[in-house]
């Protein structure tokens, strides 16, 4: 492929980046998964498994991909042969599962977009959210949402996924800091901040809460299935890639924290802690329109605020899936850009026909593929790249003696042993909930 597109600017390129890692992942997973397993006990171990593993193994997928420039199935058979194929080809897998249901959950969120001017979402919010949350309604909004990551990813790089993410990163990023400081006024807000910020210790030291926490490393951060290693392929400058993987993560965990800013002193504002507690993947969506209905008037333009965030959030982190798997159909079959969209998007459209029809559906993805997955793709780029890719040593050298040391053994060593042990206890659980699902 000679004429590969590259990023137009660095800036684009960044954008594009952050925009993949903030997501539904940051405003919607990040905040239950706190409430789901033990408030700022999660948010510490968050911050340690970024540190220590989520940003050792973006670097080695950027390195990948700038230095084949090839997508993700095609670079890992340079780096190391037609065997690793396999792991490309399961990273496409991943990519197909996980779009399939987050798609679904967008589609929600535009859905709360629309209603947010009639308002209809504000009133008995729990009724709401089943209503819509399954059947035909999800499907038709999950297929809407589809449309439009097809169209930008059909696009291309610059004119798409470009174009798109310089438009709405910088609005995102107002919308949030907006939110946040309504939030601030709430009378519930000083609860909310304590459960959000003090850790409890039996929490802290749970192989439950550590396996939960790195599958969301690699969830939020958009590791674990090449989007890093997509992107990375269509640049062409020799910059630190460290320094990348630094910003894009820094980034990306600071507005997930803002998120739960925003999120928790609402909860704690409506009293409904109790209910997180216990909280399922609809606890939010239940949760914030109530709080928005109570605000009176201003409510339908802080759900309309709120949800705009959500749906240009999950946009330009759903393209940056697609375009993985659009750019593999491209790469292996030799496919035109629109007919590997295309082809690739549609897929995606029926299998989340069954997420849009089914909430358990939709939670055993999100734990195989949005967990699992993704874990033993990390475990397979850090082992990859850092015992057996030669080149990246000299990519590292420019960082200094002490980074290099670090994220190498990083990379051969902390990674792979956190990594298998939390597959120990995310693996089989995740088959049980496919059994159980299929039972
Ligand atoms: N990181 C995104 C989020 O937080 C979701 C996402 C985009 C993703 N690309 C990914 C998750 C690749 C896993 C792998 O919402």
């Known amino acids: 492929m000679d004429q590969r597109e590259t990023w137009k600017t660095r800036a684009g390129f960044f954008l594009a980046a952050v925009g993949s890692a903030v997501g539904l992942g940051n405003i919607w997973r990040f905040p239950y998964m706190v409430s789901e397993h033990g408030g700022a006990a999660f948010v510490l171990i968050y911050v340690g498994m970024m540190l220590l593993v989520g940003i050792p193994v973006m670097v080695a997928e950027l390195h990948i991909g700038r ?29 197909f599962v996980i779009l399939a249901y987050y798609s679904v959950i967008a589609g929600w969120c535009l859905r709360y977009l629309l209603d947010s001017f009639s308002g209809a979402s504000l009133h008995e919010s729990g009724a709401y959210f089943e209503r819509i949350a399954t059947g035909k309604d999800a499907l038709l909004f999950h297929a809407v949402f589809m449309g439009m990551t097809i169209a930008v990813v059909a696009c291309g790089v610059t ?34 901040y304590a459960y959000y910020l003090k850790p409890s210790m039996e929490e802290l030291l749970s192989l ?23 992107y990375a392929s269509y640049l062409e400058q020799k910059e630190s890639l460290l320094k990348d993987a630094a910003v894009i993560s820094f980034a990306d965990f600071g507005v997930a924290f803002f998120a739960g800013l925003v999120v928790f002193p609402i909860v704690f504002a409506l009293g409904i802690q109790d209910k997180v507690g216990e909280s399922t993947v609809g606890t939010l969506f239940i949760a914030i329109p109530e709080a928005f209905a109570k605000v009176g008037g201003a409510g339908k333009l802080l759900s309309f605020a709120f949800f705009l965030l959500l749906v ?11 375009e993985v798997v659009a750019a ?61 890719d030669q080149t990246v040593r000299d990519e590292l050298s420019a960082e200094g003696k002490g980074v290099t040391l670090f994220l190498l053994i990083s990379l051969r ?27």
């Open 67 to 95: 230095s084949t420039r090839k997508s993700p199935v095609a670079a890992l058979v340079a780096k190391g042969g037609p065997s690793l194929g396999l792991l490309g080809g399961l990273f496409v897998l991943t990519g």
């Open 159 to 192: 004119a798409g996924i470009e174009r798109c993410v310089k438009l709405m990163i910088p609005l995102l990023f107002l919308l949030l800091g907006g939110m946040g400081v309504w939030a601030l006024f709430l009378p519930g807000a000083a609860g909310g």
């Open 208 to 230: 439950d809460t550590l396996s939960a926490a790195a599958g969301h490393t690699f969830f939020s951060l958009s590791l674990g299935m090449g989007v890093m290693i997509t």
């Open 312 to 322: 240009m959030a999950a946009l330009t982190s759903a393209i940056s899936i697609l």
């Open 328 to 388: 593999a159909l491209m790469d292996s079959l030799g496919l035109k850009r629109i007919a590997a969209t295309l082809l690739a998007g549609l897929a995606i459209t029926l299998l989340g026909v069954a997420s849009a029809f089914s909430l358990d559906v939709l939670s055993v993805s999100d734990a195989v593929a949005g967990t699992v997955l993704l874990i033993v793709g990390g475990l397979m780029i850090s082992v990859l790249v850092g015992w057996f």
């Open 413 to 439: 060593v902390v990674a792979p042993l956190l990594l298998f042990l939390v597959l120990s206890d995310a693996g089989p659980k995740a088959v049980e909930a496919v059994l159980g699902l299929l039972r």
